[in-house]
């Protein structure tokens, strides 16, 4: 079965430092999708990235970075010199072709507090 | 430009109740989901339409149908509103295997 684990409930960090975010996942299908998501305080759900299980390239995007390695099953998220608008509650999420690629299995969250 | 979205923002009821949480996206996208969040679970998948009078269960359907009769229209009915259905309810859409897009959900309380 299919199961994506945020292990880190909360983490707080100060201002400019980096800051990680780990992802595990489960699944026994060999194409799948995985996504990260950030909810801000304000609640919304925005897209930061998706990736498929055949592109194990990292990815940087500005301050963002993304770390996919299959052999450990793990999509790690990475803040480069973090600030306060990036304190958010971050989700990892995993959807498999077998499901029609369609549905989204989330973690339960990383709460992430930049202290200013 | 609206993109999705979901009325009423904010709805409290009461227990037994007939309730129904709107969503519309403007994306002609084929794809449409309704999730709740709860605290310690992240967002579970309650139903999904692949297409116009499509539709399938998720991981928690129990208590709650759906219909899609338009492509851009999926509201989700509690029959009989309980009080483990207080949570945030957030629909979101897609088109096949890519990103979903979220609407800015809807708290619901039942009380």
């Known amino acids: 079965a299919q199961k994506v684990t945020q292990a880190q409930t909360e983490i707080s960090v100060v201002e400019k430092e980096d800051v990680t975010l780990d992802c595990v996942y489960e699944t026994r299908d060999t194409t799948y999708y995985l996504f990260w998501y950030k909810q801000p305080p304000s609640g919304e759900l925005v897209f930061l990235i998706r990736r498929n299980s055949f592109d194990e390239q990292n990815e940087i995007s500005g301050r963002y970075s993304w770390n996919f390695q299959k052999s450990t099953s793990s999509f790690n998220f990475t803040i480069t010199a973090s600030q306060v608008v990036d304190s958010a509650v971050y989700f990892c999420a995993l959807s498999e072709a077998l499901s029609g690629a369609n549905n989204l299995f989330f973690g339960t969250g990383t709460r992430l507090t930049v202290i200013p | 430009d609206a993109g999705i979205t979901q009325s009423p923002r904010y709805k409290i009821t009461e227990t037994g109740r007939q309730v129904t949480l709107m969503c519309h996206q403007t994306w002609s996208h084929s794809y449409m989901f309704w999730y709740r969040q709860d605290l310690g679970h992240g967002l579970r998948l309650i139903y999904y339409?692949?297409?116009?009078?499509?539709?399938d269960k998720g991981e928690v359907p129990d208590g709650y149908v759906v219909s899609r009769s338009k492509t851009e229209n999926f509201p989700l009915t509690l029959e009989s509103a309980t009080r483990s259905q207080t949570s945030v309810y957030f629909c979101?859409?897609?088109?096949?295997?890519?990103?979903?897009?979220f609407g800015p959900g809807t708290r619901l309380t039942v009380t």
């Open positions: 979101a859409s897609s088109t096949q295997g890519y990103e979903q897009y």
């Open positions: 339409s692949a297409a116009a009078d499509i539709t």
